[in-house]
């Protein structure tokens, strides 16, 4: 089993890069329902023109 | 896309990812020449190969986008531009842990590992342009003619080993170099990262035009 650190390394790097970019993915998700949660909230609080309910 | 299908290709991916793990790890008969380190192989040709689909989904889109000047088109070329950078940071990473064993040293400055690193420093010139341009729309342009123009750099990669003759293996896969199991195993792990690169890229694509479209809501109100 000679060098088989460098294969285990290997596919550490690559499954850190791939799990690295769905955290990342993951975490935009969490920062566009943040921002729509804003939004609609903005909206809600916003007062209804003049002869409208 | 809709979710259904983004969770039928999740699970074909993290089938194919097992598939090939089984194949790598169990199946395929160690190579005489480098032993166990040539296990490598079928991490390091998936990665360049996405790093260079990457770059061709990027050269399209980047084309369609100046042409109609779409934002869809405009993040679909973002995503792969993501998902490329990636891709190449992990071959370059992958291919230097096969070299250090195989060749003795970390890095060389061999024609195709230094095609593959000008295309990683295109994929960071590429994002660089869009902070740096300060308005959306004129960063998006500016990217699109890296994309298109960077391409050139692809057939550098791709034909690198047979222009120069560097150190790097060339041609094994084509010229019928592979044993059947060690294609079969190969084939089985570029299937597993190309589906991979489909998702993620399908939900990049989704999560940059929520992005753009929430931006543009601000603006407008």
């Known amino acids: 089993m000679e060098n088989a650190g460098y294969i285990f390394t290997a596919f550490a790097v690559i499954w850190a890069l791939v799990f690295g970019y769905v955290f990342f993915l993951l975490g935009r998700q969490a920062h566009i329902k943040r921002q729509l949660d804003s939004l609609q909230k903005g909206i809600k609080e916003e007062p209804s023109p003049p002869g409208k309910m | ?221």
């Open chain 2, 1 to 221: 896309m809709d979710p259904m299908r983004r969770y039928i290709l999740s699970g074909l991916s993290l089938v194919l990812m097992l598939l090939a793990l089984y194949l790598i790890f169990v199946y395929v008969p160690t190579e005489k020449e480098m032993g166990i380190v040539q296990r490598i192989f079928y991490l390091m040709v998936p990665m360049g190969w996405l790093a260079l689909l990457s770059f061709i989904v990027v050269f399209i889109a980047s084309i369609v986008f100046l042409a109609k000047k779409q934002s869809g088109w405009d993040a679909l070329a973002y995503s792969s531009a993501e998902i490329g950078l990636v891709a190449t940071t992990g071959a370059l990473v992958v291919g230097s842990l096969w070299a250090r064993p195989i060749w003795g040293v970390w890095w060389t400055w061999e024609p195709r590992l230094t095609a593959t690193l000008v295309l990683w420093f295109i994929y960071v010139a590429y994002f660089m342009v869009r902070s740096f341009a300060g308005e959306e729309s004129r960063g998006a342009r500016f990217a699109a003619v890296i994309g298109i123009v960077g391409f050139v750099d692809l057939p550098i990669v791709v034909l690198a080993t047979t222009l120069w003759r560097g150190m790097h293996p060339g041609g094994v896969i084509f010229s019928g170099g592979l044993a059947p199991s060690m294609l079969l195993t190969l084939l089985v792990s570029l299937a597993a990262f190309t589906v991979l690169y489909v998702v993620l890229l399908m939900t990049r694509c989704s999560l940059r035009n929520a992005e753009t479209t929430i931006k543009q809501i601000k603006v407008n109100t």
